[in-house]
């Protein structure tokens, strides 16, 4: 559960024609880190030009027009070279007419350059089985399997299940690797010898999923570190795109029934945040909206939150929820948790809270919740939304249409309605 949703929303949310956002699921990419064995050479200081202008005069093979010919160049490309060596007190001219001749310079160079050999390194290359490439991730970002399960993140499939064969790693691809644009280096692979695979990780991505409920329509998209990734594309959609992932939508839902007293007041979403000081006490939320009012209530809740979910799913109630929860305990903000399911990591660490914020946190485990509901100090969140599961609980994806009621006396009845089954 993070603002980099949020941002991904906003950016991505309209760029389908025809199509709705309509979910955005953590997923990763399965990856293989490979020792590529390579033969590599010294990255030479000069270009290929004016390094065979350098060994030609060192042959002594004559002057500019004499060179040219050798190498079946036009006259002035070789000009231009010896013009440039000379600027660098590389070469001079003579003895002869036309002749050129190294300076002291020049020799250490042209030395140096014929004492270039070719040398064996290793690498540990990162290979994307879903693309079937060698891939530019940093191994900071990588994960085990354990711990992208424990995130929540659907594992997506591999192009194919063979073992990694040296022609699949290219010297190309690992230059591209080693020499990132800017960056410069001081080998160049001419040859991969040999690969083996060395460890198998996962890169966490987004899968955005956009639809059109009345015609059934599902598309995908693959978003890794914030952008578009057309090659994760075209390969997951070789392997069936999102029916090899079960994505399903079904039609939306009408807004969640209001108090009838409040059902009149209800006002159109407006531009900007909902919580927006200045906008009706009762308006409409949309999709990603709901998102947003969750992240302010753990963000910014002073006194009480309570949230009633019928399901809480890793892929939500992820480290960074646990992290911004235990801070509004810490800051004394009474937290209600009311959930009909949840699985065992989640049980774990809400009882390590419990336990260390008894005063404060309470968790209540009902067979099934009365509704989804959000409340935090005086506003109310009405709405079907799963807040809680969202994401990474397997079910169809759908639009939910919800209302913010800023009323405090109004979010004070629905608190102590929803708190009346488990008083004691």
């Known amino acids: 559960m993070t603002s980099l949703n949020l941002l991904i929303a906003k950016r991505f949310g309209g760029v389908r024609p025809g199509l709705d956002l309509l979910g955005i699921e953590k997923a990763a990419v399965p990856v293989t880190v490979v020792t590529a064995d390579v033969l590599a050479q010294e990255v030479k200081p000069l270009p290929l030009l004016d390094e065979f202008v350098l060994r030609l005069v060192k042959a002594e093979v004559g002057g500019a027009s004499e060179i040219a010919a050798f190498l079946g160049l036009d006259q002035r490309l070789v000009d231009a070279a010896v013009a440039d060596h000379y600027r660098e007190s590389v070469l001079s001219f003579g003895p002869g007419p036309g002749r050129l001749a190294l300076t002291g310079r020049g020799r250490r160079l042209a030395d140096e350059l014929e004492s270039i050999r070719p040398i064996q390194r290793s690498f540990k290359v990162a290979f994307d089985r879903l693309t079937w490439s060698v891939a530019d991730y940093d191994g900071r970002d990588l994960l085990n399997k354990r711990s992208a399960l424990a995130e929540g993140c659907l594992l997506l499939p591999a ?32 040859d991969v010898i040999d690969v083996a695979p060395s460890t ?7 899968v955005l999923i956009y639809g059109d409920p009345n015609r059934g329509d599902v598309e995908t998209a693959v978003i890794v570190d914030g952008d578009p990734s057309e090659d994760h594309d075209v390969a997951l959609a070789k392997l ?31 531009l900007g945040s909902p919580l927006d000081i200045g906008t009706p006490g009762v308006r409409e939320i949309q999709l990603f909206d709901h998102q947003v009012v969750l992240m302010t209530a753990l963000e910014k809740a002073r006194e009480r939150l309570l949230i009633s979910a019928d399901l809480a799913v890793p892929s939500v109630v992820d480290s960074e929820f646990f992290a911004r929860l235990e801070q509004r305990l810490r800051a004394r903000v009474r937290v209600d948790l009311i959930l009909a399911a949840s699985g065992k990591e989640i049980d774990a660490e809400l009882d390590r809270l419990v336990g260390r914020y008894r005063k404060w946190l309470r968790v209540h485990r009902p ?5 989804n509901t959000l409340i935090y100090d005086g506003v109310w969140a009405v709405s079907d939304f799963p807040w809680l599961s969202f994401r ?12 913010v009621v800023t009323d405090s006396a109004e979010a004070d009845q629905e608190y102590v309605r929803q708190l009346a089954p488990f008083a004691s």
């Open 200 to 206: 198998h990780r996962y890169m966490p991505v987004d």
């Open 240 to 270: 069936g795109g999102a029916a090899s992932l079960d994505f399903r939508i079904e039609p939306s839902a009408p807004a969640a029934a209001l108090p009838p007293h409040l059902e009149g007041e209800r006002m159109p979403r407006v």
């Open 392 to 403: 990474g609980a397997g079910k169809p994806f759908r639009d939910y249409m919800g209302t």
């Open 367 to 371: 067979e099934e919740v009365d509704s």
């Open 159 to 190: 192009q194919r299940t063979t073992r990694i064969k040296t022609a699949d790693i290219t010297s190309a691809a690992v230059n591209s690797i080693l020499r990132p644009s800017g960056r410069q280096v001081s080998i160049d692979v001419l």
